[in-house]
Structure formats: structure tokens, C-alpha cells
């Protein structure tokens, strides 16, 4: 899957409680990226970060956080605030973009299932 | 607001076949575009990109063109193989807006029958 390396594959949580959710990578990439997608559906932006110290909101951040502490590490947690947090959830990196070109690497993904 | 979507959301194919995974944008502004290829389970693959200059570009077994007059895009696979079972998903990123702001189609659900 590209250097890119999320874990754990499966996770269930109870209602109420937050989970975070490991995107590394290791093909020295400045940005990173975390999409939600679910059945049926296309990919929907969460959080990006194009350098470390550094991120920005996508289209559906609400009920999430990240950090970008490191250059190769990406995390997401998923809050109580998320009121439907069942998904499959991908993250992906790139070089920062230039002149348009924006080809995205993707990890493997979690399936966060919430009981 | 403006969004990529897809004509056709399941595609059936005999194994051998030419396959045509179409793709619709309303945003003339974006000025790149890339194919993806996600199985079951996984996460999304590259297969190919193109810029809004271009027409048509081609890979290994796979051609993706481009027709800016009707703003719609298209990605061909010759010889289909039951391995090229997959959704795929167009995607755009629109001029001007954050770097990495992919904006992705529905997909489409590939079949191919042996």
C-alpha cells in the first residue's frame, strides 16, 4: 500500500468514547490527508496537513481532531462529538502539490464500527 | 455547490472485453484529474492522471480521456481482466482551491465475468 500504514484494521468502540485512529508513513511525504468513506460512497475530506505543526479543516471535520507532530505520523481521533462515527477511514499522503498535480498515495484503511 | 459525479454506478463486462468507466464534472475551472481503482476492503489505488491541457493520455492497458467542451471524463480499459474488478472513482482537483483538495465522484462498481 504505497509506505503508508494504518492501524488497527478493525475497531469497535462503544458510544460516548473516543478512539484515534495511526496513519504512517514512509515515503517521506510533507502532506498527509484523512478521508472518510461510506457504503456506496466516494471519499469525503476530513483533515489535511501540508507540513508539520500544520493542518487544516476539510469538508466534514466536525467530531474529529489530528496532530501532526512528526513529519511521518498522522493521527485521527474520532470524538463522542461525532454522532455517526461507522466508517471505513482512509488516510493518504503526497508530495505538496505543484502546478495542480496532486497524486494521492492511500494506506490500507480502518473500518471503525461504533456498538 | 460544484461536484464530480458518475453516469453509470455498476458496470458488468465479459472478461476480454474493452471497458468504458465515464465521468461527469460541472467545475470548468478544475485543471487535473485522476483515476482511481479501489478493491474490496482496500484503499484507493492511482491508475492514471491527466491535466485539463491534454485530451487523452495513456497507460498500461488503460487510456483516460479528457473532453473539456462537455466537461466529462473517461477511462477505457482494454482486454478487461475478472483482476480489474473494482469501484472506480474520478477525481478533480479544481483551480484555486487548497492544495489537496481532491474532490471525488461516487464511483463506479466494475464487474468482470470470466
Known amino acids: 500500500d504505497g509506505g503508508i500504514t494504518q492501524s488497527p484494521k478493525y475497531l469497535f468502540r462503544k458510544e460516548g468514547q473516543n478512539v484515534t485512529l495511526s496513519c504512517e508513513q514512509n515515503?517521506?511525504?510533507?502532506?498527509m490527508y484523512w478521508y472518510r468513506q461510506d457504503p456506496g460512497q466516494g471519499l469525503r475530506l476530513i483533515y489535511y496537513s501540508q507540513i508539520v505543526n500544520d493542518f487544516q479543516k476539510g469538508d466534514i471535520a466536525e467530531g474529529y481532531s489530528v496532530s501532526r507532530e512528526k513529519k511521518e505520523s498522522f493521527p485521527l481521533t474520532v470524538t463522542s462529538a461525532q454522532k455517526n462515527p461507522t466508517a471505513f477511514y482512509l488516510c493518504a499522503s503526497s508530495i505538496v502539490p505543484l502546478a495542480g498535480r496532486n497524486e494521492q498515495f492511500f494506506g490500507p484503511g480502518t473500518r471503525l464500527t461504533v456498538l | 455547490g460544484e461536484s464530480v459525479g458518475l453516469h453509470l454506478p455498476t458496470l458488468s463486462v465479459q472478461e476480454g472485453d474493452n471497458s468504458i468507466i465515464n465521468c461527469a464534472y460541472s467545475?470548468?475551472?478544475?485543471?487535473?484529474f485522476i483515476w482511481y481503482k479501489q478493491e474490496s476492503g482496500k484503499g484507493p489505488q492511482f491508475i492514471i492522471d491527466i491535466r485539463s491541457n491534454m485530451d487523452k493520455r495513456q497507460g498500461q492497458r488503460v487510456t483516460v480521456l479528457l473532453n473539456k467542451t462537455v466537461k466529462h471524463l473517461s477511462l477505457q480499459i482494454a482486454a478487461t481482466q475478472p483482476g480489474d474488478s473494482a469501484v472506480y472513482f474520478c477525481?478533480?482537483?479544481?483551480?484555486?482551491?487548497?492544495?489537496?483538495?481532491?474532490?471525488f465522484g461516487q464511483g463506479t462498481i466494475l464487474t468482470v465475468h470470466p
Open positions: 477525481a478533480e482537483v479544481p483551480t484555486g482551491t487548497s492544495y489537496g483538495k481532491l474532490t
Open positions: 467545475n470548468s475551472a478544475s485543471d487535473y
Open positions: 515515503l517521506n511525504h510533507d502532506a
